[in-house]
């Protein structure tokens, strides 16, 4: 135990080691039923006499914040409650803390939405359904890669992760058209993390970087915290205006393109064809890394599958970043990175500054999970499902939502995207909605320039059953007709 | 799947279909074994006629690269050896690309020792011994997280960590002295990640940070790689000198003060308690955030205990962190910082857009591992065990060594650092010393100016029993005296 003494001070040793038990007791730092040290230990580690600690003690136990047990030690009491804590609030900050409030970039951010409260139905969730997790399946890859590798699965792993499991991804990637090497391969803390390695390796501070509009919203603010400029180029249902794009890249020089082209979130359109080799030329014309997020892509219910902007690359072009969270757990914080060339080797070393290396134990048992087979038969299963609570949404729209509600059928991916009533806007419907029991993902968060987003909402149907689907549009149906007032008579 | 395919092409879609596999089998990408889709499946994700489809797979099994099995599908076989594969190598870079091999700081860094190559003793890593982990008990506490906590344990946890994780940390911070609040304490992904946070959040590249010299080799790479300059304070028996960081501060105002008080990284010296109380008083005066790294403070075998800085922080002066990794598993990757005010809420916004949360079931695993009472068994079982190597390695040095070696008696933590003979310096003895079957970690990665480090090796008694600690000591002295010449005499 290491308690601050200052020997030069004018209260004595026993006061000041009696004053520290005291704060840490009354602030419930230290819970009841906490042991306290030896007299004779605590005395060696403090460098000072065992009457001293003894002393310290018998205050301690006098004022009723601590009592010893014969035979097994001296425990702490529960603190009184009378005694007010200290709130932080009334501390005067250093003058780099005061900076900090200014960092306005860092505060504006979304809320990660609490699971259901109350009942409420949260369709503005980012997340699938749990239930559909092989839970029971991955907790027995995780005992036998215990078994299997003893405590090598507690060590580090390689800094690019987990040498198995990248040539396991490699051949999941090559079962989807795109092919590559595991010496390409980098395993991230998730998807959220190959941003965060893209941006700290190819922006600074002042740079532009171009998204999609709208775009990912904690994309957005990632690049915000790394006070990077976003701008957006508007899409429409073939994704990216790829000749918007090329106005961009001659005036505003962008160090990265970001784009989504399947299933994008939240508007859950798909790039086309030609616009995939457009943007493929115009970023090799202008010299602008691709920065490919296929969160989604092979969550597809309908349609011509797309080949990965990745499979388009002439080589080098492209970073291509996926992972498994959405389809598997999210709380793994999995995901991967495709790239060759320098910049691999460069988000090698910056992923080992960031944080050395990916969990290991974590990384061997979804490397056992992920065989190619029990993959895709788990990705199939998922696809039924979630096109059936897509057709279960969209019906359950079209039945209970007013009829100038606007939207694009998604072929895949989790979301619905909708454009308001004109009346109505995402930010002045929430609390209304919220009141009827059910939430949505605002707009403004998924635009570069908020006030764009007012007049959409995304919806999530992967994350539930179609009753509940049923149910929560129900809600929202009364939510919008309550916002609109009389003038909607939709039913 | 999803296979690029060009309609205005003069070549049959047929041929880029065989040509897409081809390529896939020949680079390995597509094992032996593979299930090939079923072709009216391909020929319904691709847009073909089944025909299509069928013409490739006819050409594919005529080439010997797939074969159909009646009843069970279509299957890859082993590619022809003959066949050679396509370098990366002779891919054009795009200039973005060129522009990256010039990031050298991303280039020099040191790599992780591989484990015993050849009965080698590897006496540089940074590790403890893995045969001293707990892992049975954290076996157990991982299969009660899942059976607890079902899904729950697999979702995202909460962005500054899972609660209750949160509020141990701050019963184990307690019991060593330390008092703060579940509110201050932000879970990472280990120290590592700790120090990237804080580094994204107040260092812009071209900015100062100050050092010690020697400091953590890992936290020069990283602050070279946000392209921060560090200017190194030297250290002496007694820790960093604080009256040469006065001048520092006067002259560089540098954004971040980073230090390790205790048991330094390598040097192993404590920051004496004057100098402690003078450092935090230096860092108000100049407005400088200090970053305690506490990585191994509780390693103590001897001598009185320090306070951490933070004990002594007036208030959102000192940004504090440590983590768990030196005393348990270091591929769970779990550390922690704890800050109050603006800092703190700014931290856990700078976690979020890096990753969103550390993985949950590994938050859940390691809060049910560690209670109070069975941490501190834990800690007080490594001390007693690395005491006795730490002296097994100081005999074996008075024994083995050349007389000339200098070094100070480390009372903690995990390293000897150790001062060559004159004749000697790290960068040529590690050859020689690899050719006798045992390496070190050389000085120059822990200097800020590196060929100051030349005199210096570190070296790591905690990793290994007396036996192997009394052999590699036996192989360096060899080294060094194959390195000396016949100068030295010296047994």
């Known amino acids: 135990m290491r308690i601050p003494l200052d020997r030069d001070s ?21 819970p009841p039923q906490t042991r306290l040290p030896a007299s004779r230990r605590l005395a060696s580690d403090l460098g000072v006499s065992r009457i001293t600690v003894e002393e310290a003690y018998a205050e301690l136990v006098a004022d009723g914040l601590i009592a010893s047990r014969p035979g097994s030690g001296t425990f702490t009491l529960p603190p009184c409650s009378l005694w007010p804590r200290r709130g932080t609030d009334e501390t005067s900050w250093p003058l780099w803390q ?13 809320k990660t939405e609490p699971a259901a409260v109350r009942r409420l139905i949260p369709l503005g969730t980012g997340l699938v359904d749990s239930s559909l997790f ?33 040539r396991t991804i490699v051949h999941v990637l090559a079962s989807q058209g ?24 190819l922006l600074s501070p002042g740079d532009t970087v171009v998204v999609e509009s709208p775009t990912y919203s904690v994309a957005l603010e990632l690049f915000r915290a790394f006070r990077v400029q ?46 995939r080799r457009d943007l493929i030329l115009l970023a090799d014309r ?52 495709v790239a060759e060339g320098p910049v691999y080797d460069c988000l090698v070393s910056i992923k080992r500054v960031n944080d050395l290396a990916s969990p290991n134990l974590v990384q061997r048992a979804l490397d056992l999970y992920v065989s190619v087979g029990r993959y895709q038969a788990h990705l199939r299963r998922c696809c039924r499902v979630f096109r059936e609570r897509r057709d ?16 694009t059928r998604p072929r895949g991916g ?78």
């Open 10 to 30: 004018k209260t004595p040793l026993y006061r000041q080691i009696e004053a520290s038990f005291r704060k840490a007791i009354e602030s419930g730092s230290l």
């Open 98 to 110: 005061e900076h900090l409030r200014l960092r306005k970039e860092l505060f504006e951010r979304g």
């Open 286 to 337: 202008y010299n602008a890394p691709i920065l490919e997020d296929d969160f989604v892509g092979d969550l597809r219910y309908e349609g011509r599958a797309q080949p990965a902007l990745k499979t388009l690359d002439p080589g080098g072009r492209v970073v291509y970043m996926s992972g498994f969270s959405k389809m598997l757990m999210p709380g793994l914080r999995i995901g991967f990175l």
């Open 134 to 166: 092989p839970i029971g399946d991955f907790r027995k890859a995780l005992a036998r890669a215990m078994r299997r590798d003893g405590a090598g699965a507690f060590d580090y792993s390689e800094e690019s992760g987990y040498e198995p499991l990248r």
């Open 230 to 275: 976003c701008v957006g180029v508007p899409t429409d249902e073939d994704g990216m205006q790829v000749d918007a794009l090329e106005k961009v890249l001659q005036q505003r020089h962008p160090r990265l393109i970001y784009t989504m082209p399947n299933f994008q979130n939240p508007s859950g359109v798909c790039l086309s064809a030609p616009r």
């Open 414 to 491: 989790l979301f619905v995207w909708l454009r308001l009533p004109k009346s109505l806007s995402a930010t002045s419907l929430l609390p209304v909605a919220h009141k009827e029991g059910v939430t949505f993902a605002p707009g403004p968060a998924f635009f570069p320039a908020r006030e764009e987003g007012e007049p959409f909402i995304r919806l999530n149907f992967a994350a539930f059953s179609p009753e509940v689907i049923e149910e929560g549009i129900a809600r929202l149906g009364r939510a919008m007709r309550r916002a609109c007032g009389a003038a909607h008579g939709a039913k």
């Open 178 to 201: 795109l092919q590559t090497d595991a010496r390409n391969v980098l395993i991230t803390a998730g998807s959220q993390q190959s941003l965060a390695l893209v941006a700290q390796l």
């Open 392 to 407: 279960a949404m969209l019906e359950a729209i079209a039945r209970r939502l007013p009829a100038d509600c606007r939207l």
